[in-house]
């Protein structure tokens, strides 16, 4: 009995070093096909390379090439999106779009509903910049499957938006996952002024998360048109919109009146407080000057230094930071205006 065990594990053994050795080889074959493929695309690619070229720059349909087989479509692919990434001007995109909208439209629809992930996402890039525009029916189809995942579905809202198709804001604020501020800045990156226009009209309507990542991208555009509308946001009930209003005040290097600030300078969060010790350094005049010693005996560290930083931005700053320093009887304000004197306002506080 113990002998019959003994040839079964034995049998079991050889069985599973069989299957082993049948995946090791599968695995070599289909890495050698790979390999294969991508020869034959490159040696493709180097012998259409420069008539490749010339066709869309002199866009002679004489020297026109149309790829045959999938070697020659992944050639042709990647020779475009390589393209569209060093020309510039909008008759040659153009005529790259319709080239590719051309030769690739129907292998792109077949690959947007390819059972693997990987190839949809590349698919999804790949419309994204050549800019096919007529395959926008198909993404939104992609849309609308109930397994498309996370990255699906933020890639398809950026070719949304940067297409300019009109149902990109359906898709946006229906929420299929939770997005991140990240997800949402970086689509409003991507907005014309148009578009933009239209969020800031409809801010109120939008989730927190849209309201603070559409402040965010104010200040990172430097985009002084909505200085009305950010200092109107200084009034919010929300904490954390006021102090993103204040970070992209200051990002704006602009205030229009000191006193819209005083609310900020004397409320109860540090980080409120912070802010407008930053934006006061962008203001001028003594009134300046006397808020920024007031925060300068603040509670909090980073509020003292940042209104310490902020003094010596300003005219006479250094002067005055060593008169505080000399005449203050708060220890810790002293103690702050002597580090600033001594860092010659070179460095800051983050």
């Known amino acids: 009995m113990e002998f019959i065990q003994i040839q079964w594990?034995?049998?079991l053994f050889l069985v599973l070093f069989a299957l082993l050795i049948g995946f090791f080889l599968y695995l070599v074959i289909k890495k050698a096909r790979v390999n294969c493929k991508r020869e034959e695309v490159e040696n493709y690619k180097e012998s259409i390379q420069e008539s490749f070229i010339q066709y869309m720059y002199l866009q002679d349909e004489n020297l026109k090439i149309t790829p045959k087989n999938d070697v020659q479509r992944t050639a042709v692919e990647e020779l475009l999106l390589a393209l569209v990434k060093v020309v510039n001007g909008e008759e040659i995109l153009h005529f790259i779009q319709r080239y590719a909208e051309r030769e690739l439209s129907a292998l792109y629809r077949k690959q947007l509903r390819h059972r693997?992930?990987?190839v949809r996402m590349n698919t999804l890039y790949a419309i994204e910049g050549l800019h096919m525009v007529n395959l926008l029916d198909d993404v939104r189809k992609v849309m609308e499957k109930k397994q498309i995942t996370v990255a699906e579905e933020s890639q398809i809202l950026k070719i949304l938006v940067r297409f300019h198709d009109p149902h990109y804001e359906q898709y946006l604020f229906n929420?299929?996952?939770?997005?991140?501020?990240f997800t949402y800045r970086s689509l409003l990156s991507m907005?014309?002024?148009?578009?933009?226009e239209k969020f800031i009209v409809r801010f109120n309507e939008h989730m927190?998360?849209?309201?603070?990542?559409?402040i965010d991208i104010i200040g990172i555009n430097r985009n002084l048109e909505q200085l009305p509308f950010l200092e109107k946001q200084l009034h919010s009930t929300s904490d954390e919109t006021r102090i993103r209003s204040l970070k992209a005040l200051n990002q704006l290097s602009y205030v229009s009146d000191t006193s819209r600030l005083l609310r900020h300078i004397k409320s109860d969060l540090w980080e409120e407080r912070m802010m407008a010790a930053k934006l006061l350094s962008k203001a001028q005049g003594e009134e300046a000057i006397m808020w920024l010693e007031v925060l300068l005996n603040d509670?909090?560290?980073?509020?003292?230094s940042n209104a310490a930083r902020s003094i010596t931005q300003l005219p006479n700053g250094y002067e005055r930071l060593r008169r505080i320093s000399n005449t203050t009887t708060d220890l810790f304000?002293?103690?702050m205006a002597n580090e600033w004197l001594e860092k010659g306002g070179e460095l800051y506080a983050q």
């Open 191 to 196: 907005m014309n002024d148009e578009q933009f």
């Open 9 to 11: 594990v034995f049998y």
């Open 208 to 214: 927190e998360e849209v309201q603070l990542a559409t």
């Open 116 to 118: 693997r992930w990987s």
């Open 333 to 335: 304000a002293r103690d």
């Open 299 to 304: 509670r909090h560290f980073l509020v003292r």
């Open 175 to 181: 929420e299929h996952y939770k997005r991140s501020e």
